[in-house]
T-cell receptor
Framework: AQSVTQLGSHVSVSEGALVLLRCNYS??????LFWYVQYPNQGLQLLLK??????LVKGINGFEAEFKKSETSFHLTKPSAHMSDAAEYFC??????????FGAGTRLFVKA | ETGVTQTPRHLVMGMTNKKSLKCEQHLGHNAMYWYKQSAKKPLELMFVYSLEERVENNSVPSRFSPECPNSSHLFLHLHTLQPEDSALYLC??????????????FGNGTRLTVT
Protein backbone atom coordinates (compact mmCIF):
# COMPACT_ATOMS: atom_id res chain seq x y z
CA ALA A 1 0.00 0.00 0.00
CA GLN A 2 1.13 3.52 -0.73
CA SER A 3 1.47 6.15 1.96
CA VAL A 4 2.85 9.64 2.53
CA THR A 5 4.26 10.91 5.81
CA GLN A 6 5.00 14.56 6.43
CA LEU A 7 7.25 15.08 9.42
CA GLY A 8 6.12 17.99 11.53
CA SER A 9 2.60 19.37 11.45
CA HIS A 10 4.00 22.84 12.11
CA VAL A 11 7.27 24.44 11.04
CA SER A 12 8.34 27.93 12.02
CA VAL A 13 11.17 29.85 10.34
CA SER A 14 12.39 33.41 10.33
CA GLU A 15 12.06 35.54 7.24
CA GLY A 16 15.13 34.98 5.07
CA ALA A 17 15.92 31.59 6.59
CA LEU A 18 15.98 28.25 4.82
CA VAL A 19 12.67 26.44 4.51
CA LEU A 20 12.77 22.64 4.76
CA LEU A 21 9.55 20.64 4.76
CA ARG A 22 9.97 16.89 5.00
CA CYS A 23 8.08 14.23 3.11
CA ASN A 24 8.68 10.49 3.10
CA TYR A 25 6.73 8.05 1.01
CA SER A 26 6.10 4.36 0.75
CA UNK A 27 5.32 2.77 -2.59
CA UNK A 28 5.84 -0.65 -4.15
CA UNK A 29 6.07 0.87 -7.64
CA UNK A 30 7.78 4.03 -8.93
CA UNK A 31 5.65 6.94 -7.78
CA UNK A 32 4.73 10.32 -9.14
CA LEU A 33 5.17 12.86 -6.34
CA PHE A 34 3.68 16.29 -5.89
CA TRP A 35 3.84 19.24 -3.53
CA TYR A 36 0.78 21.44 -3.18
CA VAL A 37 0.34 24.67 -1.21
CA GLN A 38 -2.86 25.93 0.38
CA TYR A 39 -3.17 29.58 1.38
CA PRO A 40 -5.90 30.60 3.85
CA ASN A 41 -9.40 30.40 2.40
CA GLN A 42 -8.15 28.91 -0.85
CA GLY A 43 -7.88 25.54 -2.51
CA LEU A 44 -4.67 23.61 -3.10
CA GLN A 45 -2.28 24.84 -5.76
CA LEU A 46 0.44 22.78 -7.42
CA LEU A 47 3.96 23.84 -6.43
CA LEU A 48 5.90 21.17 -8.30
CA LYS A 49 5.80 17.56 -9.42
CA UNK A 50 8.26 14.70 -9.88
CA UNK A 51 7.62 12.46 -12.85
CA UNK A 52 11.01 10.68 -13.11
CA UNK A 53 12.56 13.06 -15.67
CA UNK A 54 14.92 14.65 -13.14
CA UNK A 55 15.48 14.06 -9.44
CA LEU A 56 15.77 17.77 -8.62
CA VAL A 57 12.53 19.49 -9.43
CA LYS A 58 12.06 23.22 -9.50
CA GLY A 59 8.67 24.71 -8.82
CA ILE A 60 6.97 28.03 -8.50
CA ASN A 61 7.86 30.77 -5.98
CA GLY A 62 11.47 29.59 -5.64
CA PHE A 63 10.65 26.17 -4.18
CA GLU A 64 12.39 22.98 -5.20
CA ALA A 65 12.32 19.35 -4.13
CA GLU A 66 14.71 16.46 -4.53
CA PHE A 67 13.59 12.89 -5.11
CA LYS A 68 15.80 10.46 -3.21
CA LYS A 69 14.82 6.89 -3.91
CA SER A 70 17.30 5.42 -1.42
CA GLU A 71 15.75 7.48 1.36
CA THR A 72 12.17 7.34 -0.02
CA SER A 73 12.05 11.09 0.49
CA PHE A 74 10.85 14.11 -1.43
CA HIS A 75 11.67 17.07 0.82
CA LEU A 76 10.65 20.59 -0.17
CA THR A 77 13.11 23.46 0.23
CA LYS A 78 13.40 27.16 -0.38
CA PRO A 79 16.65 29.04 0.31
CA SER A 80 15.07 32.15 1.80
CA ALA A 81 11.62 32.32 3.37
CA HIS A 82 9.29 35.19 2.66
CA MET A 83 6.30 36.25 4.71
CA SER A 84 4.07 35.33 1.78
CA ASP A 85 5.20 31.68 2.06
CA ALA A 86 3.12 31.21 5.20
CA ALA A 87 0.61 28.52 4.24
CA GLU A 88 -0.09 24.81 4.55
CA TYR A 89 1.93 22.47 2.37
CA PHE A 90 0.86 19.01 1.25
CA CYS A 91 3.01 16.25 -0.17
CA UNK A 92 1.12 13.80 -2.40
CA UNK A 93 1.73 10.56 -4.29
CA UNK A 94 0.13 8.79 -7.21
CA UNK A 95 1.14 5.52 -8.83
CA UNK A 96 -1.53 5.50 -11.53
CA UNK A 97 -5.29 5.84 -11.31
CA UNK A 98 -7.57 8.40 -9.75
CA UNK A 99 -6.39 8.05 -6.15
CA UNK A 100 -3.84 10.62 -5.08
CA UNK A 101 -2.55 9.94 -1.58
CA PHE A 102 -2.06 13.13 0.43
CA GLY A 103 0.03 13.67 3.51
CA ALA A 104 -1.50 15.28 6.57
CA GLY A 105 0.02 18.66 5.72
CA THR A 106 2.63 20.93 7.29
CA ARG A 107 1.71 24.44 8.30
CA LEU A 108 4.57 26.87 7.71
CA PHE A 109 4.84 29.96 9.87
CA VAL A 110 7.24 32.77 8.87
CA LYS A 111 8.41 35.17 11.57
CA ALA A 112 9.42 38.73 10.77
CA GLU B 1 -12.92 32.81 -16.02
CA THR B 2 -10.01 30.46 -15.79
CA GLY B 3 -9.22 27.41 -13.68
CA VAL B 4 -11.74 25.79 -11.39
CA THR B 5 -14.59 27.85 -9.97
CA GLN B 6 -16.73 26.81 -7.02
CA THR B 7 -19.93 28.39 -5.76
CA PRO B 8 -21.00 29.33 -3.21
CA ARG B 9 -17.84 30.10 -1.21
CA HIS B 10 -19.71 29.82 2.08
CA LEU B 11 -22.88 27.94 2.96
CA VAL B 12 -24.75 27.60 6.23
CA MET B 13 -27.57 25.11 6.25
CA GLY B 14 -29.83 23.41 8.72
CA MET B 15 -29.98 19.66 9.04
CA THR B 16 -33.27 19.48 7.15
CA ASN B 17 -32.28 21.72 4.25
CA LYS B 18 -31.43 20.74 0.69
CA LYS B 19 -28.68 22.63 -1.07
CA SER B 20 -26.25 22.11 -3.93
CA LEU B 21 -22.60 22.95 -4.46
CA LYS B 22 -21.48 23.84 -7.96
CA CYS B 23 -18.12 23.42 -9.65
CA GLU B 24 -17.05 24.50 -13.13
CA GLN B 25 -13.69 23.90 -14.77
CA HIS B 26 -12.38 25.93 -17.70
CA LEU B 27 -9.27 23.83 -18.33
CA GLY B 28 -10.60 21.29 -20.82
CA HIS B 29 -9.97 18.46 -18.38
CA ASN B 30 -11.87 15.17 -18.56
CA ALA B 31 -11.82 14.11 -14.90
CA MET B 32 -13.45 15.85 -11.95
CA TYR B 33 -13.37 15.15 -8.23
CA TRP B 34 -15.01 16.08 -4.95
CA TYR B 35 -12.82 16.15 -1.86
CA LYS B 36 -13.72 16.84 1.77
CA GLN B 37 -11.23 18.70 3.95
CA SER B 38 -11.91 18.61 7.68
CA ALA B 39 -9.77 20.05 10.42
CA LYS B 40 -7.03 17.71 11.60
CA LYS B 41 -7.91 15.04 9.00
CA PRO B 42 -6.25 14.13 5.71
CA LEU B 43 -7.89 15.19 2.48
CA GLU B 44 -10.73 12.73 1.81
CA LEU B 45 -11.68 11.72 -1.74
CA MET B 46 -15.45 11.51 -2.09
CA PHE B 47 -16.32 11.10 -5.77
CA VAL B 48 -14.52 10.86 -9.10
CA TYR B 49 -15.96 11.34 -12.56
CA SER B 50 -14.24 10.55 -15.83
CA LEU B 51 -15.92 11.77 -18.99
CA GLU B 52 -19.11 12.31 -17.00
CA GLU B 53 -19.19 8.75 -15.67
CA ARG B 54 -18.76 8.13 -11.98
CA VAL B 55 -15.78 5.89 -11.37
CA GLU B 56 -15.50 6.12 -7.61
CA ASN B 57 -17.88 6.53 -4.74
CA ASN B 58 -15.63 6.30 -1.75
CA SER B 59 -18.15 4.96 0.79
CA VAL B 60 -19.81 8.34 1.04
CA PRO B 61 -23.17 8.54 2.85
CA SER B 62 -26.18 8.81 0.57
CA ARG B 63 -27.01 12.26 1.94
CA PHE B 64 -24.30 13.42 -0.51
CA SER B 65 -25.36 12.99 -4.14
CA PRO B 66 -23.05 13.99 -7.01
CA GLU B 67 -24.05 14.95 -10.51
CA CYS B 68 -21.85 15.49 -13.56
CA PRO B 69 -23.95 16.69 -16.52
CA ASN B 70 -20.91 17.32 -18.73
CA SER B 71 -17.12 17.31 -18.47
CA SER B 72 -17.02 20.95 -17.34
CA HIS B 73 -19.59 20.92 -14.56
CA LEU B 74 -19.90 19.02 -11.31
CA PHE B 75 -22.49 19.33 -8.58
CA LEU B 76 -22.78 18.00 -5.07
CA HIS B 77 -26.36 17.81 -3.83
CA LEU B 78 -26.78 17.87 -0.08
CA HIS B 79 -29.75 16.84 2.03
CA THR B 80 -30.38 16.03 5.70
CA LEU B 81 -26.78 16.64 6.62
CA GLN B 82 -25.26 16.16 10.05
CA PRO B 83 -23.14 18.66 12.01
CA GLU B 84 -20.06 16.45 11.41
CA ASP B 85 -20.45 17.15 7.69
CA SER B 86 -19.28 20.70 8.31
CA ALA B 87 -16.03 21.05 6.33
CA LEU B 88 -14.38 22.61 3.31
CA TYR B 89 -15.56 20.88 0.14
CA LEU B 90 -13.05 21.08 -2.67
CA CYS B 91 -13.63 20.40 -6.32
CA UNK B 92 -10.70 19.43 -8.52
CA UNK B 93 -10.06 18.47 -12.11
CA UNK B 94 -7.28 16.73 -14.02
CA UNK B 95 -6.42 15.74 -17.56
CA UNK B 96 -7.15 12.06 -17.14
CA UNK B 97 -5.65 9.93 -14.38
CA UNK B 98 -4.57 6.63 -15.94
CA UNK B 99 -0.83 7.16 -15.48
CA UNK B 100 -1.11 9.21 -12.30
CA UNK B 101 1.20 12.01 -13.41
CA UNK B 102 -1.50 14.60 -14.11
CA UNK B 103 -1.71 17.06 -11.23
CA UNK B 104 -4.99 18.07 -9.67
CA UNK B 105 -6.30 21.59 -10.17
CA PHE B 106 -8.42 22.71 -7.25
CA GLY B 107 -11.11 25.30 -6.81
CA ASN B 108 -11.16 27.55 -3.73
CA GLY B 109 -13.74 25.38 -2.04
CA THR B 110 -17.10 25.83 -0.36
CA ARG B 111 -16.97 26.25 3.41
CA LEU B 112 -20.04 24.36 4.65
CA THR B 113 -21.46 24.77 8.12
CA VAL B 114 -24.32 22.51 9.21
CA THR B 115 -26.32 23.84 12.15
Amino acid sequence: AQSVTQLGSHVSVSEGALVLLRCNYSSSVPPYLFWYVQYPNQGLQLLLKYTSAATLVKGINGFEAEFKKSETSFHLTKPSAHMSDAAEYFCALNTGGFKTIFGAGTRLFVKA
Amino acid sequence: ETGVTQTPRHLVMGMTNKKSLKCEQHLGHNAMYWYKQSAKKPLELMFVYSLEERVENNSVPSRFSPECPNSSHLFLHLHTLQPEDSALYLCASSQGFDRGNSPLHFGNGTRLTVT
